[in-house]
């Protein structure tokens, strides 16, 4: 039997407010999950998280050291710390759900009743479904994806992790890309994991991983539009866009951080109208939250 829920994670104050939105977003149809890292965050913030989710599950920070360079390379050097979403394959954490759609905390699901549509591409063979990206199509975006968790396979990614090939862009993307090589269409071969040098291999021994595992799908792009995609390809944003299920705002410019008119729209120069629009629907939403908890405060500070 099939248990779903959605997930996000959040390791800082600073993606309380995306978090939220999304779940307010995602609201009615499965349960929606966070991760949150122990003692990494204020009172208030996790307040809001309580509030806005239906379970917080508490993991460790989970950060990668071995790649700074390549997260300087990309220009995101605080994003080491996005192995700690990794923790959604494993069962145990995950328990009692057994397929999880995670999504970044800056996305939002146009909605809800799409957004859950997003089960379906986890077809019955498959371990894992993510969407192209934009900056390299044989990459998969990692920011939306489902899962089915498996502690095999959660050890198996972990020991890539820290003993294995790592991650080739520093994040969790350069890691579950290099994991999940079938899904490009790659061969799911691994690299000759003995030390060639003849040097005496120290690292523990690499967990078993059945490679049915490994058995990849695709999501359509619907399911994890990116700003950059309708920057690149405006025509195909207007030809999809009523199958549209999740924004997603990757990058530097999250809607949260965005300076708004008094009416409450997006104000930023160098954005276009279109994606200055896809910031005003998450403003909606937002703004629709904050007007739903005021209006329950109000009515249980009545009936005190
Ligand atoms: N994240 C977080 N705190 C951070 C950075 C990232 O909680 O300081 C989480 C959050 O869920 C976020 C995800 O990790 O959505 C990936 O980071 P981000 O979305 O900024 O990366 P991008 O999609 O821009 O590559
Ligand atoms: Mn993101």
């Not at 959604?88 to 995670?102: D, G, I, K, R, T």
């Not at 195909?236 to 530097?252: T, Y």
């Not at 409450?264 to 909606?284: D, F, P």
């Amino acid at each position: 039997m099939e248990s779903r829920c959605f997930a996000t994670l959040v390791t800082n104050d600073a993606y309380v407010d995306g978090a939220a939105t999304l779940a307010h977003s995602l609201r009615g149809c499965v349960s929606v999950v966070v991760l949150v890292p122990p003692n990494a965050l204020s009172q208030a913030s996790l307040a809001v998280l309580y509030r806005a989710f239906d379970r917080v599950v508490y993991v460790p920070l989970w950060s990668n050291t071995r790649n700074a360079a390549q997260l300087a390379l990309l220009g995101r050097p605080e994003l080491h710390i996005t192995y700690s979403k990794l923790f959604v394959f494993s069962a145990e954490v995950m328990h009692p759900f057994n397929v999880v759609a995670f999504i970044d905390a800056d996305a939002f699901a146009l909605d809800p009743v799409h957004a859950t549509g997003i089960f379906q591409h986890l077809h019955d063979g498959a371990s894992f479904a993510a969407a192209a990206d934009v900056g390299w199509p044989d990459i998969f975006n990692s920011g939306v994806f489902v899962c089915r968790p498996s502690n095999a396979l959660f050890e198996a990614l972990k020991w890539e992790a820290d003993y294995g090939s790592g991650s080739f862009d520093g994040g969790d993307q350069g890691l579950l890309n290099r994991f999940f090589r079938s899904w490009a269409g790659f061969h799911q071969d691994e690299p000759h994991e003995v030390p060639l040098d003849g040097s005496v291999d120290s690292r523990p021994p690499k967990p078993h991983c059945p490679q049915e595992l490994k058995r990849t799908a695709r999501l359509p792009f619907t399911f994890n539009v990116t700003p950059s995609a309708v920057y690149s390809y405006l025509p195909a944003v207007k030809e999809f866009q009523s199958n549209m299920s999740i924004v997603h705002f990757a990058g530097h410019d999250k809607p949260w951080t965005q300076a708004r008119f008094t009416d409450g729209t997006v104000w930023n120069r160098n954005m276009s109208s279109e994606i200055a629009n896809l910031h005003n629907m998450w403003w909606k939403i937002r703004d629709h939250l904050t007007e739903t908890w005021k209006q329950e405060d109000q009515e249980q500070n009545k009936s005190a």
